[in-house]
């Protein structure tokens, strides 16, 4: 219950194109879910977060989907670029208990010049 | 204040030695977290302190492995009889709950453990 499952594993877009990635969890007391963007040898950094109050959250090029319902949540990624290229990861978790995060496995996103 | 800072950057150590890590959190976090990332997976948590407080340890958290965070300050972890299935990537990451919505939640570069 405490799982996380994100998908898919590696993606590959051409510059310019929308990536997204998919997320699904089944914990309904999680109540925050972030994205991280992480590059080799660096740790994870905070990408954009959402509170399941909204249904979606546009931060520039990044916007995440949420939906309650479903248990679902996704990053969609516009006009992709070749400095995107990472590894991307979906969280979720209760902040008022510990806050502790979990994670999912990750999705490595390349995008083609 | 410019982040959470961790050292060192990489340790390699033979097998059976002890390692300790440190991190030094963002000043006004007074939540700490300790995570491991293994190559190709995403970050796991290991412990959580709220100021000085563990009140929360992980499973995978074995008896080598033990962390303090005196006077709810900078935090450390150690492992005793290192093995090989303790090369990682060792993650801290600090908060506060009563942030903005992002809760501040800011990790390290993290400490790169090689065991061999």
């Known amino acids: 219950q405490q799982q996380v499952k994100q998908s898919p594993q590696s993606l590959i877009v051409q510059k310019g194109g929308i990536s997204i990635i998919n997320c699904a969890y089944e914990?309904?007391?999680?109540?925050?879910f972030p994205w991280y963007q992480q590059f080799p040898g660096k740790g994870p950094a905070l990408l954009i977060a959402i509170r399941p109050d909204v249904s979606e959250k546009k931060e520039g090029r990044f916007t995440i989907s949420f939906n309650k319902s479903a248990k679902q949540f996704s990053l969609h990624i516009m006009d992709s670029q070749p400095g995107d290229s990472a590894t991307y990861f979906c969280?979720?978790?209760?902040?008022?208990?510990?806050?502790?995060?979990?994670f999912g496995q990750g999705t490595t996103l390349q995008v083609k010049p | 204040d410019t982040g959470v800072s961790q050292n060192p950057r990489h340790k390699i150590t033979k097998r059976g030695q002890n390692v300790t890590f440190r991190c030094d959190p963002i000043?006004?976090?007074?939540?700490l977290y300790w995570y491991r990332q293994t190559l190709g997976q995403g970050p796991e948590f290991l412990t959580y302190f709220q100021n000085e407080a563990q009140l929360e340890k992980s499973r995978l958290l074995s008896d080598r492995f033990s962390a303090e965070r005196p006077k709810g300050s900078f935090s450390t972890l150690e492992i005793q009889r290192t093995e090989q299935g303790d090369s990682a990537m060792y993650l801290c990451?600090?908060?506060?709950?009563?942030?903005?919505?992002?809760?501040?939640?800011?990790f390290g570069s993290g400490t790169r453990l090689t065991v061999v």
């Open positions: 990451a600090s908060s506060s709950p009563t942030g903005r919505g992002s809760y501040g939640y800011t």
């Open positions: 914990n309904t007391a999680f109540d925050y």
């Open positions: 000043s006004e976090h007074n939540r």
């Open positions: 969280a979720a978790s209760t902040t008022g208990n510990t806050g502790k995060l979990i």
